[in-house]
């Protein structure tokens, strides 16, 4: 029975659709979670085959690698919190991580499984191993200082060489040469042609493929089980289904660098600090630079329900708002009152989007600040500012100051195809770090929930959430999505007494009809409608103004 689970898995883990295989990247991890020793063990075992067994079709290409690599990221991210049923699978991990493997990623995440193995103190006796398994992926040769646009000046003669007629069959395409392969080759004075030919030699030598790159070549679209929208991809994004030329390509990449990082020096910039193939290598990696994964930050939807949800669609419900609506998205009063954030929800084809801002002002102009941004004809012709805004002002005894640290999204990683981060973007709002500070606030590892280190009491002071949901198609139904930053009534006015200055809020909200790109809006011949905006000011004694 732990053979036939293991073998399912082990299929999901080679599936052609990335989701699929984040998907059983998710169940390694609760198996490890759970303990299940004897599945773990008929899992890494399917490592040393090339098939899927019973739970694939022989005659399709089994993606073995993509299996490999999505265990490995399981067993990466397991090991951070369940080092002890790893122990006993410490060769297997080193073998992938400082035992001669060319992939680069499949050695990266092998050798994270055993360094948090070793951090746990729990395999003392490997301790020699740490320099080595951090030092995977770093170059062995001392690197060249060189402008990027003459260090291929002097490859120009090899690349005109012809191929062999073989090696014409496999074809890279007009994406995967410019955006895949040269990007690589710049790192060690390599072009795309050279960064090709490695390629090949990979595929027909590594994978001992002897057939070509047409689309009739690859099993599963001769039997349309591939649509054209999924495998697609441009420049240098991720199809979100693999066909075969792209495995091939992929892998073949991650194989060719291995073998350029351990033989030819890196090149670099003049005067450039840090490790540009690192660089490179990040954005093929997961999202978080601390081995975490989006969906370790992925909040549940708030249980929220304002009342037009319960409600049948009146004949001008999109302009049917109230001062109270703007009141109930402050929630001024209430345990948790909302300073900061963006997020919709959706009913019945319509979708409301609120969005809040927050930012603290001089005491002695708050209320005139107030008066002018609301009886401003379009809350676009403002905006209040974050930390460290370019919108901030302090000038004439007048200031405004941003004190919500919000960053947009950093990069991108393989991740952001995982059904179960819900889509969500990192690093989460938190609050900046002149407030930490003032107000001694600490967190939890993910930020989510901020205590004051000030107060007698542990209550949380600050509350951070983000919530999502993942999207198969570009074009499906919109779905509920947001961010924002809630606080204590108490924290607020502690807050406000410390920094002597008042809180502007703006409530921004916005109604409309979700649709498909397909579909028009029901009342699109209107033409645009700027959002509404109702304006608070918060002060230090627990009072609060609008107008």
């Not at 303990?35 to 079709?57: C, M, Q, W, Y």
């Not at 790893?86 to 499949?106: M, N, P, R, T």
């Not at 490997?126 to 320099?131: G, P, Q, Y």
Request: hydrophobic share 35%; net charge negative; with cysteine.
């Amino acid at each position: 029975m732990e053979a036939a689970i293991a073998g399912y898995i082990f299929a999901g883990l080679a599936a052609p659709k990335e989701s699929k295989r984040w998907e059983a990247a998710h169940v390694v991890r609760g198996i490890c979670t759970l303990a299940h020793k004897r599945v773990l063990a008929e899992l890494i075992g399917l490592t040393k085959t090339n098939s899927g067994g019973p739970f694939v079709d022989a005659r399709l290409y089994f993606y073995n690698l993509h299996a490999r690599e999505w265990l490995l990221i399981a067993l990466a991210r397991a090991a951070k919190g369940t080092q002890s049923i790893l122990l006993s699978h410490a060769d297997f991990l080193k073998q992938y991580a400082v035992g001669g493997e060319l992939h680069v990623l499949i050695r990266q995440f092998a050798a994270r499984a055993l360094l948090a193995i070793l951090d746990s103190g729990l395999f003392p006796e490997a301790a020699d191993l740490r320099d080595g398994l951090e030092r995977v992926n770093v170059s062995p040769l001392p690197p060249i200082e060189s402008k990027s646009y003459e260090r291929l000046k002097k490859r120009q003669s090899k690349d005109k060489e012809p191929e062999e007629s073989d090696d014409d069959r496999l074809y890279f395409g007009i994406d995967i040469g410019p955006y895949w392969f040269e990007p690589l080759g710049r790192h060690f004075a390599k072009s795309e042609a050279e960064i090709e030919r490695e390629a090949r030699q990979i595929i027909r030598g590594e994978f001992h493929y002897s057939g070509s790159s047409r689309w009739d070549a690859d099993e599963r679209a001769r039997r349309r089980i591939f649509r054209d929208q999924e495998t697609y991809h441009s420049h240098s994004s991720y199809p979100r289904v693999d066909n075969l030329h792209f495995y091939h390509a992929y892998h073949a990449m991650m194989m060719v660098a291995g073998k350029l990082l351990s033989s030819v020096p890196e090149h670099r910039e003049p005067g450039e600090e840090g490790d540009s193939f690192r660089d490179w290598l990040s954005r093929h990696d997961i999202s978080r630079p601390d081995g975490n994964w989006l969906a370790d930050r992925r909040d549940p939807t708030p249980l929220e329900w304002p009342e037009w949800k319960g409600d049948k669609e009146p004949e001008h419900w999109r302009w049917s708002l109230w001062k109270d609506d703007f009141d109930h998205a402050l929630a001024f009063g209430q345990e948790r009152v909302n300073l900061w954030g963006h997020w919709t929800m959706i009913s019945g084809g319509r979708k409301e989007t609120i969005s809040i801002d927050s930012a603290l002002v001089s005491r002695d102009r708050s209320e005139s600040l107030l008066r002018a941004l609301q009886t401003a004809s379009n809350p676009h012709d403002y905006r209040i500012p974050d930390a460290g805004d370019e919108l901030e002002i302090d000038h004439g005894g007048f200031q405004l100051k941003g004190w919500i640290a919000h960053e947009d999204h950093l990069g991108s990683g393989i991740d952001e195809q995982d059904p179960w981060s819900g889509g969500i973007s990192y690093p989460p709002t938190r609050p900046a770090q002149f407030v930490i500070d003032l107000m001694d606030l600490n967190s939890d590892s993910e930020r989510r929930v901020w205590y004051s280190m000030n107060r007698a009491s542990t209550s949380p002071v600050l509350w951070s959430q983000v919530w999502g949901h993942y999207s198969e198609k570009d074009d499906s139904d919109e779905k509920e999505s947001g961010r924002r930053i809630q606080a204590s009534p108490q924290f607020i006015a502690d807050f406000l007494r410390k920094v002597e200055m008042d809180l502007i809020v703006e409530v921004e909200m916005d109604r409309r009809y979700a649709h498909s790109r397909y579909e028009s809006h029901k009342d699109e011949s209107v033409g645009f409608i700027p959002p509404s905006a109702r304006l608070f000011l918060i002060k230090s004694n627990g009072q609060i103004f609008t107008i």
